[in-house]
């Protein structure tokens, strides 16, 4: 299968890659897919002062579009708020990657591991979970 | 563009210029139709027909009028084994088979079961050998026919086929073995192993796609197959149809080449392919699957725990190899050969098989190894799981969200 230009850059020079510390409490952590589906994203973001995400890091274990679709989350996070980083849609990622119908579910768990970044950012802090509107199978 | 360096000879192998050399007159010159009797059109394409027929016979001990040319070992494959069901039915309608079978055995004794017939599948032991005491407890007085593969395509295991042999002819039954993979590439004898039947394909052995042939046993016993193919009852009336002259002079001519290379190739292939995998197997969590003594000389197949196959296979665009997962399907499918071994899906998605074949040179090895080490590296500072795994944290007791 062809990859798109932009799949093979984020691929062959992913951006942001490493981790923080996920005990800080402007630190949200989320951890999304399973091994055994052959795709698991770690995505964290830092919070800083009136809710911007001020860095933002993955780890992933998965195709080239799950690396890449993480890779561009994580670009796209840096500077945004939260409420700005809540409106992120998959589809949004499948349009800027080129994403083939088999691999739209790359960016679907992009998106879970925004959401769930966010939800542990806001657990820590006292806040309420957003429920996740998507439900993916 | 680079070509990849091509290690995928499990899949298919480059057609031997002198095999190509060896088929061009029967394109043009020498065209004629094999079965015309009554000019030198066709007695000149008979001629070139008995040559391979020789030849195909030399390489695997057998009488030129035991082999029946076909399509490709599917084919080799189907009629042997629908064959046998539907020409021995009345004394049975029991077959026996194991899950590492390739597709084409398993597809067929899927189809029989739809019109009648018993189908055991035998597991592997996680070395991807089968268990004798299991196929011995497996036969019935309705047991007809013992279908096990000679060397395995994807973890290039070699069965004990002169034991299970053994066992079915007690038993009564045939024994037939899709040796697509090993023969031409490793020693085969059919009336030193006992079998039966057996399929096996030119593209396997450094000949053209689109012909091979299945092996029918003349004497002790005398085994017959059904035509599937009805019509002017070319190959003894077991399969009709005008011959592919060209394909079967390219039959010959690559199992030619094979007897008399396959020694010293076999022995050039291992040391290659044994540099290549206790290489790679140095690096922490990697693991070599299937039994690694009883094995074809030229395959490889190494999972990778903690990165993604398809990831993998990504970073490691400058070789042409194959995954262990089909996850460019929409479903992921860890291959079931690694499964059926016991392996977990994760590993069995991880892993990559490397297949050597005789254009492989100790360079193409050298940056194999180097352009996957690579990969997995590159890949493995990307994976949380990894991550996780270097802190120490069992990945079993995590609970993931499964999507």
């Known amino acids: ?137 | 563009m680079k070509q990849p360096i091509y290690l995928d000879n499990n899949a298919t192998t480059p057609l031997d210029p002198r095999v190509l050399e060896a088929m061009l007159p029967y394109f043009t010159e020498k065209f004629g139709n094999a079965a015309s009797r009554n000019h030198a059109f066709g007695w000149v394409a008979e001629e070139g027909v008995d040559y391979a027929r020789e030849e195909v016979a030399k390489l695997i001990g057998c009488t030129e009028k035991e082999i029946i040319f076909t399509s490709g070992a599917t084919e080799a494959d189907n009629l042997a084994i629908k064959g046998v069901f539907e020409m021995y039915k009345e004394k049975g309608n029991h077959i026996i088979t194991a899950v590492t079978e390739h597709k084409a055995v398993l597809d067929t004794c899927k189809h029989l079961e739809k019109n009648g017939a018993r189908v055991t599948y035998l597991g592997v032991k996680e070395d991807g050998l089968i268990d004798l005491a299991e196929l011995e407890a497996a036969m019935t007085p309705e047991t007809i026919l013992v279908s096990i593969m000679y060397g395995n395509n994807e973890i290039g295991v070699i069965q004990p086929v002169k034991e299970i042999a053994a066992i079915a002819h007690k038993h009564g039954a045939l024994f037939m073995t899709d040796a697509t993979q090993a023969v031409g590439k490793i020693p085969v004898d059919v009336n030193a192993d006992g079998i039966d039947l057996m399929a096996f394909s030119a593209h396997k052995m450094y000949g053209p796609k689109g012909v091979g042939a299945l092996y029918v046993r003349r004497k002790n016993p005398r085994v017959k197959v059904t035509a599937q193919m009805d019509g002017g009852g070319h190959e003894r009336g077991m399969r009709s149809g005008t011959l592919n002259v060209p394909g079967i002079v390219g039959l010959g001519k690559a199992c030619e080449l094979c007897r008399l290379e396959m020694e010293s190739e076999a022995i050039r292939l291992s040391a290659l392919r044994d540099k290549l995998e206790s290489t790679l197997s140095q690096m922490e969590e990697s693991y070599v699957n299937g039994n690694t003594q009883h094995r074809l000389p030229h395959v490889a197949n190494i999972s990778f725990k903690y990165v993604e196959g398809e990831g993998l296979m990504m970073a490691m665009s400058d070789l042409a190899v194959s995954s262990g997962s089909a996850c460019t399907s929409a479903s992921l499918e860890p291959s079931y050969v690694l499964k059926s071994l016991g392996l977990s899906d994760d590993l069995a998605h991880s892993s990559i098989r490397y297949g050597l074949g005789r254009f492989t040179t100790e360079e193409e090895i050298d940056q194999a190894i180097e352009v996957t080490q690579k990969a997995v590296n590159h890949l493995r500072e990307l994976s949380p799981l990894w991550e996780m795994f270097k802190e120490g944290i069992d990945l079993s007791k995590i609970e993931w969200a499964e999507h």
């Open chain 1, 1 to 137: 299968m062809a990859y798109s230009e932009k799949v093979i850059d984020h691929y062959n020079n992913p951006r942001n890659v490493g981790t923080l510390n996920k005990d800080s409490k402007f630190v949200g952590t989320g951890l999304v897919g399973a091994p055994e589906c052959g795709d698991v994203m770690r995505l964290q973001i830092e919070v800083g002062e009136d809710n911007v995400i001020t860095d933002a890091k993955f780890k992933t274990f998965g195709c080239g579009s799950a690396i890449a679709s993480s890779s561009l989350a994580t670009e796209w996070l840096k500077g945004k708020t939260i409420d700005e980083a809540l409106a992120i849609d998959n589809m949004d990622i499948v349009e800027e990657l080129a994403l083939p119908p088999v691999k739209i579910h790359c960016s679907v768990l992009a998106e879970d591991a925004i959401k769930s970044a966010i939800n542990d950012y806001r657990v820590k802090n006292g806040l309420e979970a957003i429920a996740l509107e998507k439900s993916h199978h």
